[in-house]
């Protein structure tokens, strides 16, 4: 990565070493015979397995977009000992995840309250138009997104971009929903946004406090420089 780049970077305050304390959340990664959806955090490199907490992740939703037109078409799933598997079709244009099946947690004590978490991923082409997922990004150039929520921007949301080397970036979405990131190496990069809901609900007949909705967008970039081995990561409890 060239010197001035990282010393913009770092003087801006945008890049911050991987090991920021996170909950866990879904990813998309391509691969030769579709594509994978991991369970953990990208920027600790921490892929959950099965047996093991992959096991939680059991109302998994997965659907394929083409390029040509809007309809989404059922993806089916295979659980594997690491990883869910996509039979993602070829000519897709992008991937999307939902999972919204999780019962509602007590998490009382960690001062969060009845908590209902969902999950979404997208992977491929960013969202034009009306977006398919509650939480979703927009995209308007290579690295301008508009984060959207319910279908509205979202203003003043927490992004993180999870680096191919694990180094993480941290943005804040303006009050347009919109936000500019960086992506100066070649290889997958990880869009990350967790939102607060405030509003109580109901869900399976318990009641919640606030929903905790885990997004993430992920993208492959071809051209730039080789990124360099990962960064060690510190690993932290949920």
Known sequence: MPSRLLS?????????AAGIAQAHYLWIE???DGARLFYGEAEAALKEGSPGRLDSIQGVRAFAMSASDAATRAVALRRTPGHLALAAPVQAASLLVQEESLPVRDLAANGLGQVKINYYARHGAPATGA?????DVQGQTPDTWTVVYRGRPLAHAKLEVIAPNTWVQEHQTDARGRVRINTPWRGLYVLHVLHVDKTPGEFAGQRYDNL????TYSFVRTAGPDAGPAIPAQQKKD
């Open 8 to 16: 913009r970077l770092v003087a801006s305050g945008l890049l911050l």
């Open 30 to 32: 391509p691969a030769e």
């Open 131 to 135: 977006s398919q997922l509650t939480l």
């Open 212 to 215: 905790r909705q885990h997004y």
